[in-house]
């Protein structure tokens, strides 16, 4: 593998593909090593994978290069989502470049505009559900059973196998050095999942010595995992009414969750929770310090980070890769309202200079 430029189908051999595949070159994403992050929150060494360098600007494009390639292997004719934004992006654009219709469900007036904008523009039919996203997933899943529609949710498999190359990449960029931890944002569960098992393929194909500790991080108002990790269960209860800025992850029933915990018992991770407060001086200081835009959801990792150094959970001499989900442009509304407003100023050097010094 040495030698091939970083990408999805750099790993076609270990992928469960045998067509050419739908590709926007997805993957080959950035691994930032941030410094002045690192001693902001505490720790040795601090890499950031920023996954929002996708083609919609979201990691979802890697399971969806992959889930597409499958769908027309399979001879399907529709392809389907639920989603709070970037699901939906990625299914539009795979849809439009292998000329397959895709429907896309979407919980109405919790959608980042980014994320509605390229669902539009891309082609899906977009249905906009008078509920959240876990009742938009099971009326997507209850569609996709009753007539031949393929579902590309991440319980769809093939999804997950997709989203597993974050881990290869990482191993790949850290030259089969492995970090002690894995800190990323959960939602439905379905990444956490997907990168462990990247990892321990490539420790099983005897390419690196360990698994990092897969850390998930979700927000006080929509921690489900979270608390099911505090209690030391196999499963989570389910919540009713999810709140957060990060609409991305603002769901109460992840489907992927048993699998998402056995991720974390097995590497023996953790998972812990942060304010929308702690969310946005995360993004601020991923923004401010290191040059690195993510929306909300996206933030939860560097916040997550912070608090579990803190708590003592994460030692100062761990090496740490934090990966962040999406692009700052997806939720522009977010960023507008948390970021420093502008100067308005009349059209004269005077009135320039006047604020400048
Ligand atoms: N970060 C972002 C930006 C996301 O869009 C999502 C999930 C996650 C993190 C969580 O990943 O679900 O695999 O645990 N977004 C889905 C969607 C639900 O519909 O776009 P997960």
Same mark, same amino acid.
Do not use: Q
């Given at each position: 593998l040495k030698g091939i430029a970083l990408?999805?189908?750099?790993y076609a051999k270990l992928?469960?593909? +045998?067509?050419?595949p739908i590709t926007i070159q997805e993957g080959g994403t950035p691994l930032y090593k941030c410094d002045r992050l690192a001693e902001k929150v505490g720790v040795r060494e601090l890499y950031v994978k920023h996954e929002g360098m996708n083609p919609t600007g979201s990691f979802k494009d890697r399971g969806m290069t992959v889930g597409v390639s499958k769908a027309l292997e399979l001879g399907m004719e529709t392809i389907a989502c639920a989603s709070t934004g970037n699901t939906s992006a990625a299914l539009s654009i795979y849809g439009a470049k292998a000329a397959v219709p895709a429907i896309v469900l979407l919980p109405e007036g919790k959608v980042a505009l980014g994320k509605v904008a390229q669902a539009l523009m891309h082609g899906a039919k977009v249905l906009s559900i008078r509920g959240n996203f876990d009742d938009a997933l099971e009326l997507v899943r209850e569609l996709c059973d009753k007539e031949k529609i393929y579902l590309l949710n991440s319980i769809n498999p093939y999804r997950l196998e997709g989203q597993k190359t974050i881990g290869f990449e990482i191993a790949d960029q850290l030259d089969f050095q492995m970090p002690d931890r894995l800190v990323l944002p959960v939602g439905n569960a379905g990444n956490i999942t997907a990168i462990h098992k990247g990892f321990k393929e490539f420790k099983n194909l005897g390419l690196t010595d360990k698994v990092p500790q897969m850390m998930g991080i979700q927000t006080e108002g929509s921690c489900p995992i979270v608390k099911a990790v505090r209690e030391g269960k196999t499963d989570i209860t389910p919540e009713k009414n999810p709140e957060t800025i990060a609409t991305a992850i603002r769901?109460?029933?992840?489907?992927n969750a048993r699998k998402a915990l056995i991720a974390i018992s097995e590497s023996n991770g953790g998972a812990e929770s942060v304010t929308d407060d702690e969310l946005v001086e995360a993004q601020i200081d991923l923004a401010q310090l290191e040059g690195i835009g993510v929306e909300p959801a996206s933030a939860t990792s560097v916040a997550g980070l912070k608090k579990l150094v803190e708590t003592g959970v994460?030692?100062?001499n761990e090496s740490v890769v934090c990966v962040t989900?999406?692009?700052?442009?997806? +939720?522009p509304e977010e960023v507008i309202s948390v970021a420093p407003k502008p100067i308005v100023v009349d059209a004269t050097m005077e009135a320039i200079r006047k604020v400048l010094y």
């Open positions: 990408s999805v189908w750099k992928l469960p593909v +045998d067509r050419k769901i109460g029933n992840p489907v994460i030692g100062a989900t999406g692009h700052l442009l997806k +939720d």
